[in-house]
């Protein structure tokens, strides 16, 4: 089967699931105290599948509901807004923790607080994969928003989940030591923050849209008005995921330095001192 301009589907596909791939691979290499199994990692990415699906069809919903029942026009600023911050943002942060916690929370392989981290930028990775191949797939211009993307949208859901883990190991750590309300608080924080990243990230993304549509009708002088703050929002949404992904690395590292246990090791756990030496395997 051929996309495009004799492009093949095989090679949009790897495009636009490679930088998902690399950053995983980043993930579990920062992994240093005790990397997780490969079993569990696959389980959270092939269960992102039904929940992508699920939020596809909550998003549709939603949206039905802000045009039918609110009488949003979807071509209005309001309602690019309702939507992005009420339905896509916490739609995907939800199932993307979903996706995460049911194979994880409960397994003893959940030991280490960087943990959490693995976790949910598997799960968010996954679901940022799959939704990357769909608009590959079925954009008119394949290879150009398989490149756009690759520098957009997935880092933005690696960063996104970083975030999400950061918060979760926390609360598992809470919950082991019998904190509730640590857990709880950091529950609730991890699901928070990425959502509001992300639906303002989407909001700045798709408010293009009706700003251009209203360009397209009005005068000169109102013309350069909405441009100029197209432009604006723009540098914003810059400058904004600069600050995040800066931020979000810089923790990452932390993270990954200041790992630790807060529960028994998995058996034939080596302590990293011992593992490139050869006379103790």
Do not use: Q
Not at 103 to 124: L, M, Q
Request: glycine share 6%.
């Amino acid at each position: 089967m051929i996309f495009g301009a004799g492009i093949p589907v095989l090679f949009l596909i790897a495009i636009a699931a490679a930088p998902g791939i690399f950053l995983l691979r980043l993930i579990r290499k920062l992994d240093k105290v005790d990397k997780e199994s490969p079993r569990l990692i696959i389980s959270i990415i092939l269960l992102e599948i039904p929940f992508l699906i699920a939020a596809i069809v909550v998003e549709s919903l939603g949206s039905a509901i802000l045009i039918g029942v609110l009488r949003l026009k979807e071509s209005s600023l309001i309602y690019t807004v309702f939507y992005c911050f009420l339905v896509i943002g916490p739609t995907e942060e939800i199932c993307k923790m979903l996706g995460a916690l049911l194979p994880a929370w409960k397994s003893r392989e959940f030991n280490c607080r960087y943990d959490g981290i693995v976790y949910c930028t598997a799960s968010a990775l996954s679901f940022g994969i799959l939704e990357n191949i769909m608009y590959v797939l079925f954009s008119p211009s394949h290879l150009s928003t398989a490149l756009f993307r690759a520098f957009t949208s997935i880092p933005m859901h690696f960063m996104l989940g970083v975030c999400m883990g950061m918060f979760v190991g926390r609360a598992k750590v809470g919950a082991a030591y019998g904190d509730a309300g640590t857990r709880n608080k950091n529950m609730l924080i991890a699901l928070i923050i990425p959502a509001v990243i992300h639906a303002f990230y989407d909001t700045i993304c798709l408010s293009t849209v009706p700003l251009l549509d209203r360009a397209n009708t009005a005068g000169d002088s109102e013309a350069i008005g909405l441009f100029l703050i197209m432009l604006l929002m723009i540098g914003i949404m810059i400058v904004f995921i600069i600050a995040v992904y800066i931020f979000l690395f810089v923790a990452l590292r932390r993270e990954s330095k200041n790992d630790f246990f807060f529960a028994e090791p998995m058996p034939g756990w080596v302590p990293k001192m011992f593992r490139n030496d050869r006379s103790n395997r």
